[in-house]
């Protein structure tokens, strides 16, 4: 079931759905393994739902209840490399049945997916539509890239959506660096026209100013344009 007030905006009702296993399931815990068609979706009130519940301030809110199918398996589970929280993550059949992880399936935008392809030929390690707080203020990352000595965010600038909002975004990249990111941002033809000369050259930069990538490891990995993709360093390499 999901409440009424806080469905996805977009695609909605759901033609399928998708579920993303949390720690309580253990070995398949942070990976999505079970699918199914949904049949119908309605709307309903918690006490129908729950009718043994006691009265309460939740009662009358009213839910989508959704009738499906029998699950079905996927052939291979769609993992998550960090731990994240998931609510919904609308997104496209296609990119469903291609996704290896969770990032695959983020339907955002069409830049975004450009550099979330730049960033799988480059071995980046991107974390797309990464929430942070920053004093009791909720931020959506485009791209959140983990460093050994930095946290970096990435945001792809759209034309249509920045268009006046310079003022807002000013704050927020200020409240970001305050609290420890690095805050790079590209604009729609840097990122159409200038991606490997400008838009990856800064990225692996700026990673590689930040001790390279951390991904939990002893030593950090730095990133490598000329071998095009990142590299371990060994203990004795300059960070």
């Known amino acids: 079931m999901a409440e009424v007030r806080t469905k996805p905006k977009n695609r909605w009702p759901p033609q399928w759905i998708a579920f993303y296993q949390t720690k309580i399931f253990g070995p398949e815990a942070y990976s999505i393994r079970y699918y199914t068609k949904v049949i119908q979706v309605r709307k309903v009130y918690r006490q129908e739902l729950f009718p043994n519940e006691m009265p309460n301030r939740k009662s009358n809110r009213q839910y989508y209840q959704l009738i499906l199918n029998p699950l079905q398996q996927l052939p291979k589970p769609i993992f998550s490399r960090r731990w994240r929280r998931i609510v919904f993550i609308p997104t496209t059949w296609y990119k469903f049945i291609h996704a290896s992880e969770i990032n695959d399936l983020y339907d955002e935008s069409p830049l975004e ?108 990995r730095k990133i490598n344009l000329k071998t095009n993709g990142a590299y371990q360093l060994s203990l004795f390499d300059d960070l």
């Open 113 to 220: 997916d450009r550099l979330w392809a730049e960033f799988k030929r480059h071995g980046i390690p991107a974390e797309r539509q990464e929430f942070v707080k920053v004093d009791k203020q909720n931020y959506a990352l485009d791209f959140a890239v983990y460093c050994s000595e930095a946290k970096i965010d990435i945001e792809t600038d759209g034309d249509s959506w920045h268009t006046n909002r310079t003022a807002e975004d000013n704050r927020r990249n200020n409240a970001l660096e305050a609290a420890g990111w690095k805050v790079l941002r590209f604009t729609t033809q840097q990122v159409q026209e200038q991606m490997e000369s400008y838009c990856i050259r800064n990225i692996t930069e700026t990673i590689n100013h930040a001790g390279g990538l951390d991904e939990g490891k002893m030593v950090a």
